[in-house]
C-alpha cells in the first residue's frame, strides 16, 4: 500500500485546483492548493510538503519564477511543472531550473488521472536518490576510518618499535659484559623505555575512550587548585632545564566547569608541551582571565615555535613539532588536551611562529548553563 503523500497545488484556478484535490482524495493524497505563486512560496516555507505541483501560467511569480526560487532552499521536495498544450518548450525549461517532471494539461482532463502515478514516480526517484547518497556517505565514512585506521596502525607501530628495539638491544648487550656499571647503564635503559611503552598504551587507551565520548563527570571546579599543582608538578620535572613558569591568574576565585581528573591533563599537557619545546633557562607564562560565562587560560613559551604550514597538523595524533624525535613525547599530548577541551564543551586554538615561541589558548565554561 503506497504511503500518503502530502503536496502542494500552486494554481490560480480555484476550480482545477478543487477538481484535482477532489479527484486525488481516493488515492491517499492530500492537496493543500495555493492561488499564486507569492502564496504558494509562503505555504512552502511554513509546512512540509512531500511534493509540489505548480502551474506555469500565474500572475505575479510565474512557474519557472517559483521553481528558482524554490532551488535557493535545503533538499527542496519533487517539483512537477503543469503546463498547458503547446507549452512543451517551458516544461523543458521547468526540468532545467530544478523540476523533477511535468505533465500537459489536455481539455479531457486526462491529466488528472495521470498526476497520481507521476508524483509517486518523483516520489520513489527522489528516495532512491537520498538511498544512493547515504550508501556513498557510508562508503566514504568507511573509507575514511579504514585510512585513519591505517593510519594509525603505521604510526603507533613507529613509536612501539622504536623502544622495543632499544629494550632487545640491551638485553643482548647484558647478557654479553661483566661489567656492573655497564649492565645497570643498559638495565637503566630497559626501565625507561618500559616505562615508555606504559605511558604510550595508557594515552592511547585514554584516547579511545575520549573517542568513544568518555562518560565524563561534570562538576564545578576551582581552576586555581589545578593550576598551582600542575604548575608545582612540572616545575620539578623541568628543573633541569631550569624553565621558569609565570602564571597571572587575575580571576583567582574562578571556577570553571568540567571533569576534574580530565581538565587537569588537559591543563598539564599543554603546558608541558610548553616546557618541553622551550629553550634552556627560559620562561613559560600562563595567564587565567574570565567573566561570568567563560574562562580563558592563555600558555606562551618564547621556544622553537611552529611553521605556518604545519599548524594544521598541530592537534593531529603522533604529530610533533620536532621531526628529528629529539625532544621526548609521542605527539599525543596536544591531542588529547584538544579532544577533552571539545568534550567540555570549550575551544582550544595555537599561534605560533617559527623561531619565536607558541602560544596555546583554553576557552572553558565557567557556568553550567554554557554547557546548554
Known sequence: MAEAVNALYIEDDAGLAFLLSDSLADADISITHAPNGHAGMEL???????VVLVDHEMPGLSGIDVIQQMQFTDNPPPIIMVTGSGNERVAVRAMQVGASDYVVKDVSMGYIELLPRVMHQVLDQRRLEIEHERARQLLETEKLKTELIRDFIEKASHEFRTPISVIQTACYMIGRIDDPQKRQYYLNRIQDKSEGITKLVDNLVLLMKLDARYDLTLQSIYLRDIIDATVETLSQSYQDKYINIVVDNQTPKT???????????????????????????????MTVTGDAHTVSIVVEDNGIGIAEENLPKIFDRFYRVDEAHS???????????????????????????LGVGTTVTLELPSNIMSLA
Open 327 to 353: 625532544t621526548q613525547g609521542f605527539g599525543l599530548g596536544l591531542s588529547i588536551a584538544s579532544r577533552i577541551i571539545d568534550l567540555t564543551c570549550g575551544d582550544i586554538t595555537v599561534q605560533s611562529e
Open 255 to 285: 571556577k570553571v566547569v568540567g571533569d576534574i581528573d580530565l581538565l587537569r591533563r588537559a591543563i598539564r599537557e599543554v603546558l608541558d608541551n610548553a616546557c618541553r619545546y622551550s629553550y634552556d633557562e627560559s620562561t613559560v607564562n
Open 44 to 50: 512552502f516555507h511554513e509546512e512540509t510538503f512531500d
